[in-house]
């Protein structure tokens, strides 16, 4: 092993601090982002020069051990952590944070499925419950007869102001509008009723870290990850909805300001091997400069 193959070494080690900075940047500037999950780098060792395989002890030589010298380190992956961030109250009924395991459904201006933990939904001017990227939530509405259409998916519509007529020929208006802890909508109307307005559903994963990161804070199903599994929140264990409230980012400031650290002083060391060997080398090829 050369000179030469020292200094692809500690270029090696000089990607992967890299590669920590990056994702740790990453997570410090989504720490106040709602929903953000913090990734964390993995790595592992590079194909080891092997100069000896060794060899058997036989008679009075007791063998050798294999000769390997190591080539350095590269990226083996870099995974989220889904665990749980901590929730706050909101100021809005469209807020919406998950308690547990699971993803809130969207659908995008695509028509594509995405999947995000970030419920800072708002109303749009037709009454759907979206992201502010304008992705509508989805779930099951209702029928005619307000009996939940568990049929298809569609995006949930709650419609403040609009008014509906009962058996009698009364008039009532939709006036307010709550989601409880199993995900169903609640409108409450000018007569003083209340009645179903939809259903959330929400997506589990068997590999969530095998989703694929997009824009807007949200993901996309990928092989990796499997297939959602779709149910209403609370069942078979999936996460609860806690209305009117947020889930903030589950990054850990003093956490990734560690990271940040380790990972100069990996950068520089490295650093300080590769200038070492640049010097050795020009010493070696060109000794008149000393």
Do not use: C
Not at 24 to 44: E, H
């Amino acid at each position: 092993m050369g000179l030469s193959s020292v200094m692809q070494t500690a270029l090696s080690g000089m990607s992967a601090a890299t590669t920590i900075i990056d994702v740790t940047a990453d997570n410090l500037a989504n720490s106040q982002t709602p929903g953000f999950k913090a990734a964390s780098v993995q790595f592992t060792t590079l194909l080891p020069l092997t100069a000896s395989f060794g060899a058997p002890a036989s008679g009075g030589n007791a063998g050798a051990n294999p000769i390997q010298i190591g080539r350095g380190v590269e990226v083996a992956g870099a995974n989220r952590d889904f665990s749980q961030g901590p929730i706050v109250a909101g100021n809005q009924p469209s807020s919406l944070a998950l308690e547990g395991e699971g993803m809130f459904i969207l659908q995008g201006r695509d028509g594509a499925r995405r999947y995000t933990r970030d419920g800072q939904f708002l109303l749009d001017a037709d009454g759907q419950l979206v992201t502010a990227g304008g992705d509508r939530l989805l779930g099951f509405g209702v029928d005619s007869q307000r009996n939940v259409d568990r049929t298809r998916l569609a995006p949930l519509t709650i419609r403040l102001g609009s008014a509906a007529a009962t058996g009698n020929g009364a008039v009532y208006v939709l006036q307010s509008y709550s989601v409880n802890r199993a995900g169903q909508l609640v409108g409450y109307y000018s007569d003083g009723s209340s009645r179903r307005l939809g259903q959330i559903r929400i997506a589990r994963f068997n590999n969530p870290a095998g989703l694929a990161a997009g824009a807007g804070n949200q993901f996309e199903a990928t092989p990796s990850s499997g297939v959602p599994r779709e149910s209403d929140p609370g069942e078979a264990g999936a996460a609860q909805i806690a209305g009117g409230a947020i889930e903030l980012s589950n990054v850990n400031v003093g956490h990734e300001l560690v990271e940040l650290t380790l990972a100069g002083n990996l950068f520089r060391a490295n650093l300080a091997v590769l200038h070492t060997a640049d010097t050795l080398l020009g010493e070696l090829f060109f000794p008149w400069r000393k």
